[in-house]
């Protein structure tokens, strides 16, 4: 394999599995069009999409991991937790994320009864046939809004309804993210924190505090590499990773139509993640689990 120094990869991806626009085939293409060496699908809650997309990638020879993004709390903060190169058919994971998914369909019909309460007459049905039943969130109501010509796009559905702190934003029924660590553990992969800093809320102790102690419940890696990042930003996580003895990963947590400017691989324009953090983090992986072939939770 040539392990050029400029290969790049993209380790955060949406697809229709979940709340981005492109099938997981499509964003497979895309990535492979965009030169990518190395991708993940990322959808929220659901590993869904993942044997269509690692078809492609085998028929494209782009190299592909497994991935999962999980929505879980903190310290009362949400916060994302990425799962990597775990065991797609692991029973208790996919339990567990069989679980996530059927709280996120309670959680539709609250949020339209909200809706519908301040005199918006959108029906969850209509909500679920649009996610087609498979991982329902905000983003498939702010489509719904946009159909119903209530709203123009689905950024204005957020900024008037659905964002955080808005008249129908509705926190939640999460795991812990101690959990969300665990189980990924768990199923043999590694646990890296989304976005670190992209935050509705500043958890205690700071930045600093929360990946601390989210680093002694046994969270493995950092996002450094986000479109919501500045260069600053990345620095200063690069040196959060290093002090806190963490892996790097990154991505474009492009979601298609759903995230205007954003490009597969290039995030907006200045995105670029290293092939190396693929290769380390599999490396990573795969030794640990040869050095303990029972899979279970590592020690933090
Ligand atoms: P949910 O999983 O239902 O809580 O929806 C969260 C998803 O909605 C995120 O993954 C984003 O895709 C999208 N999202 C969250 N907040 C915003 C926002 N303020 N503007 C646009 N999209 C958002
Ligand atoms: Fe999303
Ligand atoms: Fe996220
Ligand atoms: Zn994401």
């Not at 553990?185 to 600093?208: C, Q």
């Amino acid at each position: 394999m040539n392990l050029a120094d400029d290969a790049l990869c993209d380790l955060h991806l949406h697809s229709t599995a979940s709340d981005g626009s492109m099938t997981p085939k499509e964003v497979v293409r895309s990535a492979h069009a965009a030169g990518m060496r190395g991708m993940a699908l990322t959808d929220h809650d659901t590993v869904a999409g993942f044997i269509e997309a690692r078809r492609e990638a085998e028929d494209l020879e782009i190299e592909i991991l497994s991935g999962v993004e999980i929505s879980a709390v903190h310290d009362s903060n949400e916060v994302h937790i990425l799962g990597y190169d775990f065991d797609v058919e692991d029973r208790p994971f996919c339990e567990l994320l069989d679980d996530l998914r059927e709280r996120r369909n309670r959680r539709i019909p609250k949020i339209v009864t909200r809706l519908n309460e301040i005199g918006i007459p959108i029906q969850s049905e209509r909500v679920f046939a649009i996610a087609e039943n498979q991982s329902p969130g905000r983003p498939h109501i702010a489509r719904v809004l946009v159909e119903l010509e209530i709203c123009r796009t689905t950024q204005e559905a957020f900024d008037r309804y659905l964002g955080d702190g808005k008249p129908a934003h509705l926190k939640r029924n999460a795991i812990s993210a101690e959990q969300a660590i665990s189980a990924i553990h768990a199923a043999g992969g590694i646990a890296s924190l989304a976005h670190p800093a992209m935050r509705s809320s500043h958890p205690p102790g700071g930045l600093s505090g929360q990946i601390e102690s989210l680093r002694r419940l046994g969270l493995d890696a950092l996002e450094v590499h986000h479109p919501s990042h500045l260069r600053r930003t990345r620095r200063n996580l690069k040196r959060l990773a290093r002090h806190f003895e963490l892996l790097m990963t990154g991505g474009s947590d492009c979601h298609g139509d759903g995230s205007p400017g954003v490009a597969i691989g290039r995030g907006r324009g200045d995105l670029r993640v290293p092939f190396a953090l693929f290769d380390a983090l599999q490396q990573r992986n795969r030794a640990e689990s040869q050095a303990s072939p029972e899979t279970g939770p590592r020690p933090a």
